[in-house]
């Protein structure tokens, strides 16, 4: 496995996810204005006013879980894929006795033939223990001991 590609590969993987939530989110906020436009055309009463309170709520909803999802794009953009720690924090992968991580953004398990990455935030409980530990330190998460390999 090439390194600097891999993690160029890890890197897009996260991008990907963000840009795919952040197009999602979108529609879903552009479906809710479409039902708000609708709700006022139709007729008045306490069920329209109940309507259009739900889809308000869910309008709000989607505007908290749209800047989220933007936070991930800003997270993403201090990231240079190319750069090789020596320590693990943002835009690190590392691989330690229990799995391979990369620090970036929670985007979930990425697979690659027979590698497996969890892409995580360094604000996750495991991020947090991880971070600013080199090669050959352990740290403990949910009772078992876990050794760094490697970072790149």
Same mark, same amino acid.
């Given at each position: 496995?090439?390194?600097?590609?891999?993690?160029?590969?890890?890197?897009?993987?996260?991008?990907?996810?963000?840009?795919?939530?952040?197009?999602?989110?979108?529609?879903?906020?552009?479906?809710?204005?479409?039902?708000?436009?609708?709700?006022?055309?139709?007729?008045?009463?306490?069920?329209?006013?109940?309507?259009?309170?739900?889809?308000?709520?869910?309008?709000?909803?989607?505007?908290?879980?749209?800047?989220?999802?933007?936070?991930?794009?800003?997270?993403?953009?201090?990231?240079?894929?190319?750069?090789?720690?020596?320590?693990?924090?943002?835009?690190?992968?590392?691989?330690?006795?229990?799995?391979? =991580?990369?620090?970036?953004?929670?985007?979930?398990?990425?697979?690659?033939?027979?590698?497996?990455? =969890?892409?995580?935030?360094?604000?996750?409980?495991?991020?947090?223990?991880?971070?600013?530990?080199?090669?050959?330190?352990?740290?403990?998460?949910?009772?078992?001991?876990?050794?760094?390999?490697?970072?790149?």
């Amino acid at each position: 496995m090439n390194q600097p590609i891999f993690k160029e590969t890890l890197f897009q993987f996260c991008l990907s996810f963000a840009k795919g939530r952040i197009s999602r989110i979108q529609a879903s906020l552009s479906d809710v204005r479409i039902s708000l436009e609708s709700e006022d055309k139709s007729s008045a009463g306490d069920k329209h006013e109940t309507g259009r309170a739900m889809l308000q709520l869910e309008q709000e909803k989607l505007g908290q879980q749209l800047a989220e999802a933007q936070k991930m794009l800003d997270i993403l953009d201090k990231i240079n894929p190319k750069t090789v720690h020596t320590t693990i924090g943002l835009g690190a992968f590392a691989t330690t006795t229990m799995a391979n =991580y990369f620090l970036a953004v929670s985007a979930g398990e990425f697979k690659q033939n027979e590698e497996r990455v =969890y892409c995580i935030s360094i604000s996750t409980p495991i991020g947090q223990l991880l971070l600013g530990k080199s090669v050959g330190d352990t740290v403990v998460f949910n009772g078992a001991e876990i050794k760094i390999l490697k970072i790149l």
